[in-house]
């Protein structure tokens, strides 16, 4: 199983990216997939994620209204959408893959990890 995230890099403040992680599942569908980040010095976070169909979604607060999740079924891929960055958005963003129907926030739950991509956004 391979999660292969892309489309990080380095952005101005109020700049927009998006990040896109294709996964090597064998039946995508059974997966909640979420996106994760790590800030130097800080813990990894939930940032958004997305059930089975793309009819659920989940932000916390610090990026909803800014960032969307969707998934393409068809293509085995799941997007980030990020709008209105901000520096503190600055961080290495992890997609994951969680084998159940509940989109879940904890680290823990998630069964499969991509390598990290970088999004750094400049004041």
């Known amino acids: 199983v391979q999660l292969q995230a892309s489309g990080g890099g380095l952005v101005q403040a109020g700049g927009s990216l998006r990040l896109s992680c294709a996964a090597s599942l064998r039946t995508f569908t059974l997966y909640v997939m979420g996106w994760f980040r790590q800030a130097p010095g800080k813990e990894r976070e939930f940032v958004a994620g997305i059930n089975w169909s793309g009819g659920t979604t989940y932000y916390p607060d610090s990026v909803k209204g800014r960032f969307t999740i969707s998934r393409d079924n068809a293509k085995n891929t799941v997007y980030l959408q990020m709008n209105s960055l901000k520096p503190e958005d600055t961080a290495v963003y992890y997609c994951?893959?969680?084998?159940?129907?509940?989109?879940?926030?904890?680290?823990?739950?998630?069964?499969?990890w991509g390598q990290g991509t970088l999004v750094t956004v400049s004041s």
């Open positions: 994951a893959a969680d084998k159940t129907a509940v989109i879940r926030t904890t680290i823990t739950s998630y069964h499969y």
